[in-house]
Each structure stands twice: as structure tokens, then as C-alpha cells.
């Protein structure tokens, strides 16, 4: 197993021993990718040896306008749509992830533009609607406060 | 997607120029400009959060002349105290630009919205971005959009 795969390994390791929420940056709480993975039962399509990284907010959305309006760098992106243009809203974004809901997958244009772009890709079996609400009870928020 | 660069140094400061072009209908290739641009930016030095905010309003624009226009040019021209984006297209124009700057307000196709784009918030997103915005349309000419980022 090389040293890449080794340290996937051990991050999911400890995603499994720790239901908790992990990793502060003050005040921020998030969660790794492999956190994540584990979360919504996510298959990993691209960029495997990011998943030790980690996300401070997310977003669930598949109007793209909307996500650069509302989401801030950092986050992950949930959603439905699987064109190209998602990657390049996260690239824009700078964000740590997409992932993909309903199983739903892309092309091999569009993950290999994400490798280019260093974006990790996911696929969860999870609709949106349970997806987004299984990560914000493991303390992952969104990106707007509402008064 | 082709660019040209070219390095200009003026007398107060070095300025950098860059030129590239985006053909309509190209939403395989949509984005590598404002990507280029972005990478350009980071090269060079330019604040984060200019280069975040530039990033996003050259994206919505270039989506734009993708969605919208014939073709379209941006031009980059930046210094060490300003980011200066200039985006024209060949295209329909746009008869209100009151109008077409409010949230929600779009005349994208269903083909578009299903791509996740036309939902009214390009516009609004880089007067939110930008600095300074200036937007000037001639119906069945075109449209040219002008955007500056303070990097001081």
C-alpha cells in the first residue's frame, strides 16, 4: 500500500473510532472529507488524497448563481447537477469538495477537469435533503446566518 | 479557448495586459478564461480576496457571453494597486440594464436553468463583486462590461 493510500486509510480509521465532530480552527468546527465520506456512504471519484482536508461550512444547491453568491471558501458543495460548470464554480470558490447526491455521477471530462483543478469528487447514495441534514447534525453549517 | 499576453511595463508601475476570448455556446469549454485569469492573479501577487471576488464576477460574466452572446473578448489589464476587467461580447445587448440587474430577473432559456445558470443572480453577483461596475449595451450589437477590484 503506498504512503498516499496509507494516510486515507488512517484518517478514515479515525473518522470510524470518533463520531464527534474533530479539528478546530478557532472558533471554526468542520469536517474532513474522509469524515464526510464516511457520513453519507460516499464513494470517492477523484483527488483521493485530499481527504484528509477539511471543510468549515456547506452548501446544498444546484443553482450555481446562487452558490457564488452565498458560499463561502472552505465549504463543500452538495448537489444534484453533474456538468462541468459545478467544477468550475468550486474552483472559483475555492472549495474543498462537491458532493455528488442520489448516486448521481460525472463524466470523466468533468473529473478530470477536477483532478486539474485539485477539487475532490463524491457520490452518495443520499438525497440532498438527507445529506445536507446528516452533516449539519454532525456540526457542519451552512454558509448564511439568519437574523 | 486562445490568449494573447503581453507585458507592458507603464511609467508608474508595472502593468500587466492579457487578452483572451470566449466563443458563445461553449459551455464545454466555459470558465477556462475566468480559471486562466484567476491563476494569473495568484501568480502575481494580487490579494485573496480580490482575486476571490474577481474570480467570481469574471465567471458570471464569461457564463454570460457563453449563455448569451455570438463571442465575446475579456481583457485583464492589472497593477500592483487595481485589477481592471473588461468583458465585450457580440450579441443581443440588453434593452434594461435596470431591469436585468435586479435579483431573479433573467431571459435564459429552460436549457440553460437546467444546467443550474439563469437563475437571475450573474449580474447582481459581480455588482456585489466588483468595485466598480459599468455595463454599457447596444441592442443587436452587444454588450461591454467593465469591472475594477482596489488591490491597495
Redesign the interface.
Known amino acids: 500500500m503506498d504512503q498516499s493510500r496509507q494516510e486515507v486509510v488512517g484518517v478514515m480509521e479515525f473518522a470510524k473510532l470518533s463520531e464527534e465532530v474533530s479539528g478546530t480552527t478557532e472558533d471554526r468546527v468542520g469536517l474532513t472529507l474522509a469524515q464526510i465520506q464516511s457520513i453519507l456512504k460516499a464513494q470517492v471519484l477523484c483527488c483521493e488524497e485530499k481527504m484528509g482536508s477539511q471543510a468549515f461550512s456547506a452548501c446544498g444547491c444546484d443553482l450555481m448563481s446562487d452558490v457564488l453568491a452565498f458560499t463561502k471558501p472552505g465549504s463543500i458543495l452538495l448537489t444534484g447537477l453533474t456538468n462541468s460548470q459545478v467544477v468550475r464554480t468550486a474552483e472559483m470558490l475555492d472549495l474543498k469538495g462537491i458532493v455528488f447526491v442520489r448516486d448521481k455521477q460525472p463524466d470523466a471530462d468533468t473529473i478530470r477537469l477536477a483532478m486539474d483543478c485539485g477539487i475532490p469528487l463524491l457520490s452518495s447514495p443520499y438525497p440532498l435533503y438527507e445529506s445536507c441534514g446528516l452533516l449539519f447534525a454532525k456540526g457542519l453549517k451552512g454558509c448564511i446566518t439568519v437574523e | 479557448m486562445s490568449d494573447d499576453a503581453s507585458g507592458v511595463n507603464s511609467p508608474s508601475g508595472n502593468e500587466l495586459n492579457y487578452m483572451f476570448r470566449i466563443q458563445g455556446g461553449d459551455?464545454?469549454g466555459?470558465?477556462a478564461v475566468?480559471?486562466r485569469i484567476?491563476k494569473i492573479l495568484q501568480q502575481i501577487g494580487t490579494k485573496p480576496d480580490v482575486i476571490?471576488r474577481a474570480?467570481?464576477a469574471t465567471?458570471?460574466a464569461e457564463?454570460n457571453v457563453v449563455i448569451h452572446a455570438r463571442m465575446g473578448e475579456v481583457a485583464l489589464t492589472a497593477t500592483p494597486l487595481k485589477v481592471h476587467i473588461r468583458i465585450l461580447d457580440e450579441g443581443p445587448g440588453i434593452p434594461d440594464i435596470g431591469l436585468a440587474m435586479q435579483p431573479g430577473y433573467s431571459t435564459a432559456s429552460d436549457e440553460i436553468r437546467e444546467?443550474?445558470?439563469g437563475?437571475?443572480?450573474?449580474l447582481?453577483?459581480m455588482e456585489?463583486c466588483a468595485d466598480n461596475l459599468e455595463i454599457r449595451s447596444v441592442v443587436g450589437t452587444g454588450t461591454t462590461v467593465d469591472m475594477v477590484f482596489n488591490n491597495d
Request: zero cysteines.
Open positions: 459551455f464545454a466555459a470558465g475566468s480559471s484567476k476571490r474570480s467570481i465567471y458570471e457564463m444546467m443550474g445558470f437563475a437571475g443572480m450573474g447582481p453577483n456585489r
